[in-house]
């Protein structure tokens, strides 16, 4: 399985463009890249999740570089309720039995 | 649909004691999982379950037994307490089909004294 590297924890004001950034070094063909954000007291949430390129849903984007060792989840314009834990994920998907989730990123958005 | 959902939300253990944690889903998945987080860390998979009557270690099994007799029910079985379990667990489900996101419930924290 591929280990991932996020910052530990980010700082930003509200409606800023927040942008972190994953580090998977030894990511595999097969593996795909996952985001998960965590609210205190609650289970992760899925936000979002790709291969290659770019993709974009209605909370957030994901760009990935063409040689994957790397991601980056952007989140547009955030607000207080954005503070949280944000996960990312690489698991083979072709074997989804198991997701190991890393340290994660905690984001702290400021008035 | 209730999604996944965990018994009980919080629990206190004397150490030596047993107990089960409790996860159903009604999402008719095949997959679930269980995590511990211990404050300020990640998730670490306890124990995984790809259908009933199949299970399977992840990175912390010691100490935790799991079942899962039916798809909906994936119970977590403590026997002797020890105050290293002293965590919030989450159960968490998935369909199993390509790029299908976890699906997690609330959580149950318990505390071993």
């Known amino acids: 399985l591929a280990k991932t590297t996020q910052p530990i924890s980010m700082d930003s004001y509200e409606g800023q463009e927040v942008n972190i950034t994953c580090s998977h070094n030894n990511i595999a063909t097969n593996d795909y890249i996952t985001w998960y954000q965590q609210f205190p007291s609650q289970g992760p949430r899925f936000i979002i999740q790709g291969y290659k390129t770019k993709v974009t849903n209605e909370v957030a984007s994901l760009f990935i570089p063409a040689d994957r060792k790397s991601s980056t989840l952007s989140l547009p314009r955030v607000s207080l309720s954005d503070t949280a834990v944000y996960y990312c994920l690489v698991g083979d998907r072709y074997n989804f039995n198991k997701f190991y989730f890393g340290s994660g990123t905690k984001l702290n958005v400021k008035p | 649909n209730a999604g996944v959902t965990q018994t009980p939300k919080f629990r206190i253990l004397k150490i030596g004691q047993s107990m089960t944690l409790q996860c159903t889903q009604d999402?008719?998945?095949?997959?679930m999982y269980w995590y511990r987080q211990d404050p300020g860390m990640g998730l670490k998979l306890i124990y995984y379950s790809v259908g009933a009557g199949i299970t399977d270690k992840g990175e912390v099994p010691n100490g935790y037994n799991v079942s899962r007799s039916t798809t909906e029910d994936f119970p977590l079985r403590l026997e002797l307490a020890a105050p290293s379990q002293t965590s919030v667990y989450f159960c968490?489900?998935?369909?199993?089909?390509?790029?299908?996101?976890?699906?997690f419930g609330n959580g149950t924290r318990l505390t071993v004294t």
């Open positions: 999402m008719n998945h095949n997959y």
């Open positions: 968490a489900s998935s369909s199993g089909q390509y790029n299908s996101p976890l699906h």
